[in-house]
Structure formats: structure tokens, C-alpha cells
């Protein structure tokens, strides 16, 4: 594998169910990235890891909960979703400070009912 | 408030033509700028970058040019071809901080 990778691509769930989005990176990379893509919007940045430790939170509801174990992969967990939390989720990595150019994986159609 | 404006939602261009895309910033602190290239389906792949000591930076048919009197920045594709049918995203960043404010996009179809 090469790159970064999501998985699952696409998920249904419903408002109830717990489920989880995984990313890993194989670029040796140490700043990860989750990011939330709704239609004709920016992307909004969700959460940043850098070296394992989160250094952003965007004031995401507490329904979205981010796991990184190590600098390679980065989850993130999800609990009682709301319909208009259906987006496309998009993960990221970058070599960290000073670096800016992000690469990203091909991202998670989520879909709420 | 946006500080990374992309004011056209979309934009038609003949095959073979210039496409001209562009981007206005807010934050006069912004001194990285990058364009990203978005496939349906797919996550967004870096096309071009530029520092805000340039006003011009060159890739093959991508030339990025930046404004910063006017804090407006343009992507300029010649020829145009129908694989860069797609959506192109403008982003930016402050200093040492490596996080990336991003524009709304803009979709380009290039038509033959």
C-alpha cells in the first residue's frame, strides 16, 4: 500500500449505531488530519495530530471521537450521528510543522438515516 | 467569515483554451499558497504551491500567480484538456503553521 488509505470507502448507519473510520499513512509522515467535506463547502478541518498528539480541535461535537494510536494511523469514532453529519470524511498527512503540502486519502461517504 | 474565497462555483471552458481559476484572501498573514485538484470519489491531490516571496510559479501547463497587493492569487491552465474536468481547491497557510485554510472550490469542465 502506498500513500494514505481509508476504509471502509462508503457507510451507512443509522443514528443509533456506533462505528469507526480508519486511516493509515505510508508516508512516514508525522501530522494527520480529519477533515469533513459537505457539498459546495471547504473542507473543515476536524481534528490534527501531530506526533501522535492532537493539536487541534475545531470545536467538533463530542458524537466524533479521534483515536491515534501511532503516527501512521488515525481513527475516528463516531456515536449517535445526526443526518447532517452525512459528508464525505477525508483524512490526511504531512510531514508535520513547517511542511504544508498535505496528501490525502480517496475519503469515507458517510451516510446518516 | 471566509479568508479563502472562491467565488465561482464553476466554470465552462472550451478544450485546447486557457482556464483561469481564481482565489481571494483575507489574512494578510497568509504566506503559503497551494492548489489542490479533486476527482468525484477520490480524496484532493496537490497540483501547485506558492510562496509569498513569488508572484509566479510555473508546473508544465499550471502556472500559479499571486497577487498580493489585491490578496488574489489565479491558476491559469494552457491547454486546457478534458482530464482536468474537476474540482480545484485554493488553499492557504500562516507561517510555521502547517494547517490549511481551504476555499469552497470551483468546478471546471473543460468541454470538447
Known amino acids: 500500500e502506498t500513500g494514505v488509505t481509508q476504509t471502509p470507502r462508503h457507510l451507512v448507519m443509522g443514528m443509533t449505531n456506533k462505528k469507526s473510520l480508519k486511516c493509515e499513512q505510508h508516508?512516514?509522515?508525522?501530522?494527520m488530519y480529519w477533515y469533513k467535506q459537505s457539498a459546495k463547502k471547504p473542507l473543515e478541518l476536524m481534528f490534527v495530530?501531530?506526533?501522535?498528539?492532537?493539536?487541534e480541535n475545531n470545536s467538533v461535537p463530542s458524537r466524533f471521537s479521534p483515536e491515534c494510536p501511532n503516527s501512521s494511523h488515525l481513527f475516528l469514532h463516531l456515536h449517535t450521528l445526526q443526518p447532517e453529519d452525512s459528508a464525505l470524511y477525508l483524512c490526511?498527512?504531512?510531514?508535520?510543522?513547517?511542511?504544508?503540502?498535505?496528501?490525502f486519502g480517496p475519503g469515507t461517504r458517510l451516510t446518516v438515516l | 467569515d471566509q479568508q479563502v474565497k472562491q467565488n465561482s462555483p464553476s466554470l465552462s471552458v472550451q478544450e485546447g483554451r486557457i482556464s483561469i481559476l481564481n482565489c481571494d484572501y483575507t489574512?494578510?498573514?497568509?504566506?503559503?499558497f497551494l492548489w489542490y485538484k479533486k476527482y468525484p470519489a477520490e480524496g484532493p491531490t496537490f497540483l501547485i504551491s506558492?510562496?509569498?516571496i513569488k508572484d509566479k510559479n510555473e508546473d508544465g501547463r499550471f502556472t500559479v500567480f499571486l497577487n498580493k497587493s489585491a490578496k488574489h492569487l489565479s491558476l491559469h491552465i494552457v491547454p486546457s484538456q478534458p482530464g482536468d474536468s474537476a474540482v480545484y481547491f485554493c488553499?492557504?497557510?500562516?507561517?510555521?503553521?502547517?494547517?490549511?485554510?481551504w476555499g469552497a472550490g470551483t468546478k471546471l469542465i473543460i468541454k470538447p
Open positions: 490526511a498527512s504531512s510531514q508535520g510543522e513547517g511542511y504544508n503540502e498535505q496528501f
Open positions: 508516508l512516514g509522515h508525522n501530522a
Open positions: 495530530y501531530n506526533f501522535k498528539e492532537q493539536t
Open positions: 489574512n494578510s498573514m497568509f504566506d503559503y
Open positions: 506558492i510562496s509569498s
Open positions: 488553499a492557504a497557510s500562516e507561517g510555521s503553521n502547517y494547517q490549511l485554510i
